[in-house]
Structure formats: C-alpha cells, structure tokens
T-cell receptor, first 116, second 116 residues
Framework: AQKVTQAQTEISVVEKEDVTLDCVYE???????LFWYKQPPSGELVFLIR??????QNEISGRYSWNFQKSTSSFNFTITASQVVDSAVYFC?????????????FGIGTKLQVIP | KAGVTQTPRYLIKTRGQQVTLSCSPI?????VSWYQQTPGQGLQFLFE???????NKGNFPGRFSGRQFSNSRSEMNVSTLELGDSALYLC???????????????FGQGTRLTVV
C-alpha cells in the first residue's frame, strides 16, 4: 500500500519568512514518482515538480527548493522569502505502477497562509 | 494557448440522478485524467484516458465512468448520485505519451458538484 502524509494541515507565516512543507511517503516499490502541486483559491492544481525515485538530487527553482531523502522517505518543499501570492494549498503526491495501472496517492494537503 | 476547460463550473443535482461533466484538454494533449476532491478524502484519482481508451483507473465504484472522444475531449459520468458524491471534480491533461504521471499535467478549475 502506498501512503502520503502531510502532517501540517495549516501553516501561517509572515511575508518574507522561509517555510518548509513536509511530505513523508510509504511505498514498497523501488520505482516511483513524487510530485508537488499548488492549488490556489481559483481551484486548479498547478504542477510544481516531479522527481523519480532514482534521482535524489535536490532541486532549486527560484524561491522554491525541494529536498528528497529516500533514507527517511521524505520529499520536503521549502519556500524562501515567502510572498502573499504563495498562499494556497500544497499537495504532495506519489505515483507508482501497480498491476499495469499507475496508482496515484495525494497527501491531504497543507494550507499555507502568508500574512502581509 | 487555451488551458484545460471544464464545464459546467457548478452543478446541483438530486440524489439518484445522473450527471455528466465535460473536460476539454489543451490542444495537442492526448491524455485526460479525472480526480475527485472532498474535504474528508482529499484528492483521489478516478481514471485516465489516452487516445480514447481508459489506460489507468483508481478505486471507485462502477457508477463512475468516463469516455474520451477522438478530439481528446473527455466526459465523466456519475450515475445514481449519492450525497457523498458532492465534491470538486478536477480534470487534467497532458501529452501523456508514457502515462500522465511521466509528464507535466495541467489542471482545469474543476466542476463543483453538489448532491442534495
């Protein structure tokens, strides 16, 4: 069984603070994908990053960075110098092939509020 | 280019009725997938269509079905609606050559279904 845990349901930070969103996953497969999506109030999910299980290299994209650690089954997401526009719900997701189908599991999401 | 378009945006149905939701993917995208989002269950994968064929499916009852047309537009149907089917239904499209989770997916704004 696969599982994605986002222990932080809501986080509030003051603008310009750094914030880390945690994601811990469980899977028995050696091949899988991890994702982060952002859902602003408008509703659509915005793709942020995809990482496959064989690539543990951390990634930085502007103010966003991701720390993938297989040893702790974590794929954490950090926003530096947060801005009000970062306010949204962020989802971590895990995908793996199972019986010919790709099974996808989303975390429950972390609601981030950036206060001006 | 135009994004993913879902219609209608809002829908109210009575228990026992059936409903059809529509999703028009980004031009050139051949993969369309559907998701259900509820406060209690979070985001759950329903199914994915690629070139008019269902390629992947989640763990939902047979009341939930879909199809994809030759122009890649997709419809999702829910029969015998239950109160628990009230949710935001999101559609995503991608080029999808080797599975939606191997390429970036673009989401629509969703259809908010309320069953009364």
């Amino acid at each position: 069984a696969q599982k994605v845990t986002q222990a932080q349901t809501e986080i509030s930070v003051v603008e310009k603070e750094d914030v880390t969103l945690d994601c811990v996953y469980e899977t028995r497969d050696t091949t899988y994908y991890l994702f982060w999506y952002k859902q602003p109030p408008s509703g659509e999910l915005v793709f942020l990053i995809r990482r496959n299980s064989f690539d543990e290299q951390n990634e930085i994209s502007g103010r966003y960075s991701w720390n993938f650690q297989k040893s702790t089954s974590s794929f954490n997401f950090t926003i530096t110098a947060s801005q009000v526009v970062d306010s949204a719900v962020y989802f971590c997701a895990l995908s793996e092939n199972s019986g010919g189908y790709q099974k996808v599991t989303f975390g429950i999401g972390t609601k981030l509020q950036v206060i001006p | 280019k135009a994004g993913v378009t879902q219609t209608p945006r809002y829908l109210i149905k009575t228990r026992g009725q059936q409903v059809t939701l529509s999703c028009s993917p980004i031009s050139g995208h051949r993969s369309v997938s559907w998701y259900q989002q509820t406060p209690g269950q979070g985001l759950q994968f329903l199914f994915e269509y690629f070139s008019e064929t269902q390629r992947n499916k989640g763990n939902f009852p047979g009341r939930f079905s879909g199809r994809q047309f030759s122009n890649s537009r997709s419809e999702m149907n829910v029969s015998t609606l239950e109160l628990g089917d009230s949710a935001l239904y999101l559609c995503a499209s991608s080029l999808g050559g080797t599975g939606i989770w191997n390429t970036e997916a673009f989401f629509g704004q969703g259809t908010r279904l309320t069953v009364v």
